[in-house]
């Protein structure tokens, strides 16, 4: 059932050593100041109109969207008039939380600031199913009378915890992949670019600032060739395409950076079967 909704209080501090939850649901949302805590803060929107500032960042929300706010941050909602603004807010004390975080599971960690720090999660429609369904229990559990709440709470806002730090290890999993991705991409738009140039993977890690054996791997999982077979092709391609503009082969082994024409002539043949020179013949008998 839906979880209970509170009155919203202006209040910035706990009134517990735990934590405490909090479902707002208002027609007229008033205004807060911009401020900061001493705790964690979990905040799952959930309808509205509504810019939130973290840290000077702005976040324009959409249904579904999780916030982490971690102590001192200074932080701001901006709901906007016209639509019921709804939420639900987690309060966490810092010492509770490194208190339940176990082993290897520090829960306190999609708080922590590093290079791919997030403020905001976005989650999809099943993901969102399932923070609700444990923010609704949590509130129950938390704010009720029921045998054993407190426990069960305390289980609750684990499992919830758990889920929001998979949430944000996806999140930096896919920003590494996507800086990947990116680099790979741009390694390419180079090679395209500069075909006749120096591309050995001695240079092209330079020129990227990062490990040849890095720049070397990556490329061959992305791309599924390495470095030298794709600069090879590339290079090959082009001079086909300036044999049949009719520039002469000793000017098309220059322009496509390979190292002599000796070395044009036997790449060239053994990729297609047949000479520089056999190539352009083709291509008058075919004019």
């Given amino acids: 059932m839906p979880s209970q909704t509170q009155k919203f209080n202006r209040r910035q501090s706990m009134g517990r050593n735990t934590f405490e939850i909090f479902h707002y649901r208002d027609t007229k949302p008033q205004s807060v100041s911009?401020?900061?805590h001493d705790f964690y803060e979990i905040y799952f929107f959930l309808g509205g109109n509504v810019t939130y500032f973290v840290e000077g960042q702005r976040h324009k929300l959409s249904k579904g969207d999780l916030l982490l706010i971690n102590p001192r941050q200074l932080h701001q909602p901006l709901p906007h008039k016209g639509s019921t603004y709804e939420r639900m807010v987690l309060w966490i004390d810092r010492q509770y939380l490194a208190s339940i975080s176990r082993g290897s599971a520090d829960l306190t960690?999609?708080?922590?600031p590093s290079q791919n720090h997030?403020?905001?999660l976005h989650s999809n429609v099943m993901m969102q199913g399932r923070i609700a369904e444990l923010f609704e229990l949590l509130?129950?559990?938390t704010n009720g009378d029921g045998w054993g709440g407190q426990a069960y709470a305390e289980s609750l806002?684990?499992?919830l915890l758990v889920e929001v730090n998979r949430m944000v290890r996806q999140k930096h999993l896919l920003q590494e992949r996507m800086e990947e991705l990116s680099l790979i991409h741009r390694v390419i738009s180079y090679i395209n670019e500069h075909y006749g140039e120096d591309l050995s993977l001695d240079f092209l890690a330079k020129k990227f600032f990062v490990s040849k054996y890095y720049l070397s791997h990556e490329f061959s999982q992305q791309i599924g060739v390495s470095v030298y077979r794709y600069v090879t092709l590339k290079r090959l391609s082009q001079a086909k395409e300036l044999l049949s503009d009719g520039r002469s082969a000793g000017e098309v082994c220059t322009a496509c950076?390979?190292?002599n024409y000796t070395t044009f002539y036997r790449i060239f043949k053994s990729e297609y079967g047949i000479s520089p020179g056999k190539f352009v013949e083709q291509l008058k008998k075919q004019s």
């Fill in 34 to 36: 911009i401020h900061h």
């Fill in 109 to 112: 960690a999609c708080f922590q």
């Fill in 118 to 120: 997030v403020n905001i």
């Fill in 139 to 141: 509130n129950r559990e």
């Fill in 157 to 159: 806002l684990i499992q």
């Fill in 257 to 259: 950076g390979f190292h």
